[in-house]
T-cell receptor, first 111, second 115 residues
């Protein structure tokens, strides 16, 4: 059974810092990996999707990497802003299209 | 971008009431829709996967008679919580996907509170 772990569970940084969120998964036979953002009481916003054949994806200040063989992904956020404060979830997609989510990292960026 | 609309956003009702939640893909046809449940400070737990025109596939431990799912068209899936009780109070989120190569797009969720 696939298990997804995110470290750290919570992170608080001053504005302007670069930061890295970590995600690991136990079964490397994944279709793709997706990073989401969730604001309190809201649904999920897709940030980046990395196919299993890809190594990284970039969108603005966000960069996600994937090392499928070692079962790891990182989400790099450059020049963090208070508006980046949210919970970040990673999820892996296996055959059959189901997603398995990690527990999330709660990020707080202080002004 | 792809938009998924979920309605209602919040429901407060008495124990024993049945509650229907709608999930619509507004600008694309979704071959598959997913229903998740999320408890406070926890991640999303997949409840069931629904494909248009066929019966939903429920995850282990999810009561299919309790959580009725209907996916009657390529743009609409509904989740009905039947005879809801306080322990059913939770945040329910749906998602929709065009196909396996495409990402899932999520609705804004429904906060269900059973008194």
């Amino acid at each position: 059974k696939q298990e997804v772990t995110q470290i750290p569970a919570a992170l608080s940084v001053p504005e302007g810092e670069n930061l890295v969120l970590n995600c690991s998964f136990t079964d490397s036979a994944i279709y793709n990996l997706q990073w989401f953002r969730q604001d309190p009481g809201k649904g999920l916003t897709s940030l980046l999707l990395i196919q299993s054949s890809q190594r990284e994806q970039t969108s603005g200040r966000l960069n996600a990497s994937l090392d499928k063989s070692s079962g790891r992904s990182t989400l790099y956020i450059a020049a963090s802003q208070p508006g980046d404060s949210a919970t970040y979830l990673c999820a892996v997609r296996e055959s059959g299209s189901r997603l398995t989510f990690g527990e999330g990292t709660q990020l707080t960026v202080n002004p | 971008g792809a938009v998924v609309s979920q309605h209602p956003s919040r429901v407060i009702c008495k124990s024993g009431t049945s509650v229907k939640i709608e999930c619509r893909s507004l600008d694309f046809q979704a071959t598959t829709m997913f229903w998740y449940r999320q408890f406070p400070k926890q991640s999303l737990m997949l409840m069931a996967t629904s494909n248009e025109g066929s019966k939903a596939t429920y995850e282990q431990g999810v009561e299919k008679d309790k959580f009725l799912i209907n996916h009657a068209s390529l743009t609409l899936s509904t989740l009905t919580v039947t005879s809801a009780h306080p322990e059913d109070s939770s945040f329910y989120i749906c998602s929709a996907s065009r196909d396996n190569d495409q990402p899932q797009h999520f609705g804004d969720g429904t906060r269900l509170s059973i008194l």
